[in-house]
C-alpha cells in the first residue's frame, strides 16, 4: 500500500503581496515617517519654547531686536508652517486608509489580509502554542491589525482636531481627542520602532527576503 503524502495547496499565479499593498505600504511608510518627523521638529529640533530667544540672540548680533510680541510672531510663523505640513500629511494618510480598504476589497484569496489572519489562525490552533513559527506568525498578523486600528484612531481624531474650531460640538471635545491623538502617536512610534527591528532581525537570520517581498511582491500566493 502506498504512503500517503500531504497534498501542497493550489498555486493561484498571484503574488502574495498585489502590486496595490505594495505601492500602499511604502506611501503609508513615507507619509507615517514625515508625520513623526514635523512632530521631532516642533518637539525635539525646533523647540518652540526656546526658538524665540535663539532668534533674538542671532539677529541681535546683526543689530536687530524685537520685541517679546513680534518674538512670539516670529515662532508662531514657523509652528505654523510645520503644523501645516503635519495637517496636509494627515489627509494624505486619511486617503491612503481608504486606499487600504479599496485595496484589501479588490484582493484575491490569499492576498487579503482577513485571510491571513484566519490561516495563521488556524495553523496555530492545528499546531499548537509550542510551535515557535506558527505562534510568531500569528502574534505578527496581530501586530498588523493594531497598527491598522491605531491609524485609524489617528486619522479619526486628527480630522476633529481640524474641525474642531468650526464645529462647536467637537470644540468641546477638543481636549479629550488631542490626548487620544497624541497618546496614539506614541503607539505608532513604538510599532515603527518595533517593526523596522523586526524585519532587520529576521533579514539577518532565517527569514531573509522580507524588504524583497515588499517590492517585487514575493512568491505565489496559495489557493485559499
Partial sequence: MAPQTQQASPITGLK???????LWHWA???VVSGLLITIL????IVKMKTAGPEFQKVLSKEGVTFSREQ???LTRIVSHRIWDWHIGLGVALTALLVLRVAVEMVQKGAQRFGVKLRVARQIFRQRGSDLQDARHSLLVKYSYLAFYLMLVVMVVTGLVLIYADDVEFLH?????????????MYLVIAFTVGHLVGVVYAEVTK????VSDMIHGGGPAENV
Fill in 71 to 73: 518674538e512670539r510672531g
Fill in 16 to 22: 502574495r503581496n498585489s502590486l496595490g499593498l505594495r
Fill in 41 to 44: 521638529f516642533l518637539f525635539v
Fill in 207 to 210: 527569514n531573509r527576503g522580507i
Fill in 28 to 30: 503609508n511608510a513615507a
Fill in 172 to 184: 468641546r471635545l477638543e481636549h479629550t481627542v488631542k490626548e487620544v491623538h497624541n497618546f496614539t
